[in-house]
């Protein structure tokens, strides 16, 4: 059935290009979906097309999300933001959120979706563990543990993993219908999910780059939910 999978795209603002890392597509393409890039836009016809069009959504990794969406002000430790991203990416998941599609997010997108349900981030984590890893991508830096009876626990069946990180904001306080479904030693929020959706997953770290059983088991559960929704 290979279930259209809409993967959320980057916009550089400089050069004028959308753009994704192909680590996504293709981990979806090998978990059994068929993925495809969704441009950042505003008008809202198109968001519906996206909508009418996917099966399901991977919200994909980037820069960090204006702190106006959560009611802050910038800290001068915020990284660069993406206004056109930010407002698409909020805009596409209010819409997602009132239907029963799947999502996945991942690192930014697993921000973005805890915002979009009323949650607050971290500007800039203070902890001492690193959340930013000097190693290559593909490299699981620190501990997290899974807690049981969540989505997350059933689909990795493991309490103890380690992934990979580069992160420095996180999610603050949690948004509506959210609970946390996996955590590091310093108490990061490592992963969320939502308790009213059949399938509405973030996790901070980025899976797309690790080649573990693990990775595979979060984008093969992706491409099973979505595929209910095949038309
Ligand atoms: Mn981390």
């Known amino acids: 059935m290979k279930p259209i999978i809409g993967i959320t795209g980057n916009y550089d603002y400089e050069a004028d290009f959308t753009w994704l890392k192909n680590d996504y597509i293709n981990a979806i393409n090998r978990a059994g979906g068929t993925a495809i890039i969704l441009p950042p836009v505003e008008d809202e016809e198109?968001?519906?097309?996206y909508i009418n069009m996917c099966n399901g959504f991977l919200f994909?990794?980037?820069?960090d999300m204006d702190p106006k969406y959560w009611g802050e002000l910038p800290d001068r430790r915020l990284g660069e933001i993406n206004p056109i991203r930010d407002n698409f990416e909020y805009n596409l998941l209010q819409k997602i959120l009132g239907s029963s599609l799947p999502v996945l997010g991942i690192c930014r997108g697993c921000q973005v979706l805890n915002v979009a349900m009323?949650?607050?981030l971290y500007q800039d984590i203070n902890t001492k563990l690193s959340h930013n890893q000097r190693a290559p991508r593909d490299y699981p830096f620190h501990a997290i543990v899974i807690e049981e009876k969540t989505k997350l626990f059933k689909i990795i069946r493991q309490s103890n993993i380690r992934v990979n990180s580069f992160h420095h904001q996180a999610v603050?306080?949690?948004g509506a219908g959210l609970k946390i479904?996996?955590?590091a030693a310093d108490g990061i929020i490592e992963a969320i999910e939502s308790e009213n959706h059949p399938f509405v997953v973030g996790?901070?770290?980025h899976p797309e780059c690790l080649e573990d059983e693990y990775a595979d088991k979060l984008f093969r559960a992706l491409v099973k939910h979505s595929s209910l929704h095949c038309r």
């Open 203 to 205: 996790m901070q770290w």
């Open 181 to 183: 479904s996996a955590i």
């Open 172 to 174: 603050k306080k949690l």
């Open 46 to 49: 198109i968001i519906n097309h």
């Open 60 to 63: 994909s990794g980037g820069g």
């Open 118 to 120: 009323g949650g607050t």
